[in-house]
């Protein structure tokens, strides 16, 4: 008799809640359209701080160039293992300190790429907090300037990147029962190809550059205060230290 009384209870709790779920409706008061993309691809938009310093070579020797930029940044993930991003904004501050070293008016400056996560080690959110996960990253930047008078200074950069990636999470459901200051911290650091060349034209006179080493390092941090909100750090070193700070939100 407990036994069926037992199951019976089961049964109607289980009825209840199909019942209850059968009863959502849709919200009346919101407002409806054309298309409804009902299951949107992850997102996310941000703003980037670049501060770039390399040495570059003309014919007639090498020099410094230098550049500070600030661009608006989007990206979108089609996939959980793809990032495709790009970033648009100015290039506010660029010189060639050693030639005409000249200060420069805001140009255009943009950058296309893509991040793939090649392989990872993740045992699950019941086991680890960690996770390591190797990438692979690529992207063209252009820039360009000009001074007060006739000269311009533009130059493309290809970089491509392996990255590796250590995310530790420090709000975790299971083994802290009160969630830290931060969401989680992500570190990584890897070598990098980069092939940056550009021209410097005052007046009649045009100078073609190119960078001096080609293969370096990049490393960087980021810290999600939120699951969704993230301030990072990433240094790019090929014999010249180049430095951004971003600020990024994921939808």
Known sequence: MKTLAWWAAILALGAGTAAASMNVEEDPSGETALLTWRHPVPWQVGTVYSHLVRTVA???GERELRGESVDVAIGVSPWAWLLLYGQAGALFEGRLRGAVDGEFDPGADGLLGARLNLWQIYRGVDKTSWRFTVQLAGQYAYRTGADNGAGTLAWGETLVMLPVNYH??????IRN???GEFQSLGLYAGPAYSRLDGTWELGDVERDFE????VGIV???DLWLLENLSFGVRADWFDDLSLQLAVRYRF
Request: net charge neutral.
């Open 58 to 60: 003309f014919a007639e």
């Open 168 to 173: 530790l999470t420090f709000a975790r459901v």
């Open 177 to 179: 029962v009160y969630m």
């Open 211 to 214: 960078e001096t080493r080609a």
């Open 219 to 221: 490393g960087g941090a």
